[in-house]
């Protein structure tokens, strides 16, 4: 089953941390964010990734054309020849990764449709953003998505809120402080969506669609969209600060996405 993503984006509002990559390319430790959205579908055996490319695209074709020269061994014998012997270490084998240059200033609608060739002979595939990560359940999502038939299951989680929460007894004496609580308010759309090839009724070839506006109002009206509920780990990368947060979770071991 392949998984989509959309990272072709500009990412103005983290253009402070990397000007030079894509948000995707933003690294959270020492890989990309997109290396850790992709890892996380691999652990559930998704390996199959259609990366939907815009902004500065060549900057992640670059990255997994010489990915097995990066993380694994490389024999050189000097004077003989230029081209490298690769001793491949690492864990990503078998990964499949179409890199579609789906265009500069395309909305999230007219990329998924520019990406129908790949995917259009599947009942179904995963669809999510190149900027979020969780620890959603990709089996018990899919399971839910077959369950009902719709053409479209979007995750609805529970938002960070924006400022810190502290708790304090009558004196002011702080029992709690929590960086980033969860809202206990409504559920927004966390992306990690599963379609059903029926989808591609929903868009069109025109650039400017943007997948969240017409065609999620249109399977509203049409009652082919559903919720899954995530109660559990979900945070995008829109900022600094968001970047600063997701690089101190991998850093303090409390990363929940990194099943690996």
Request: glycine letters at 10%.
């Amino acid at each position: 089953m392949k998984t989509v993503i959309l990272c072709g984006g500009f990412g103005t509002r983290i253009r402070n941390v990397a000007d030079d990559i894509p948000k995707p390319m933003v690294p959270i430790g020492d890989k990309p964010l997109i290396w850790h959205i992709m890892k996380y579908y691999a652990h559930f055996g998704m390996s199959d990734f259609i990366l939907c490319a815009g902004y500065k695209g060549s900057k992640i074709k670059d990255y997994f054309l010489s990915y097995d020269r990066q993380f694994g061994d490389c024999e050189v014998i000097l004077g003989r020849s230029r081209e490298a012997q690769v001793q491949t270490k690492h864990d990503e084998l078998g990964w499949k990764v179409t890199i579609a240059d789906t265009g500069l200033n395309t909305m999230t609608g007219g990329r998924v449709q520019k990406i129908k060739k790949y995917v259009a002979d599947d009942d179904h595939f995963f669809l999510t953003y190149g900027d979020g990560l969780s620890d959603v359940d990709l089996n018990a999502l899919l399971t839910f998505h077959k369950s009902h038939g719709k053409a479209l299951t979007v995750t609805g989680v529970r938002p960070p809120g924006r400022f810190g929460e502290l708790t304090a007894n009558d004196a002011g004496l702080l029992s709690g402080f929590n960086e980033k609580p969860q809202a206990s308010g409504g559920r927004i759309s966390g992306g990690y969506f599963v379609c059903s090839r029926r989808i591609f009724d929903f868009l069109t070839d025109d650039e400017s669609l943007v997948f969240e506006q017409e065609p999620m109002k249109q399977l509203v009206a049409e009652e082919e969209l559903m919720m899954y509920r995530h109660d559990g780990f979900w945070q995008c990368m829109d900022t600094y600060r968001d970047w600063k947060f997701l690089q101190s979770l991998l850093e303090s071991g409390d990363a929940t996405w990194k099943m690996w």
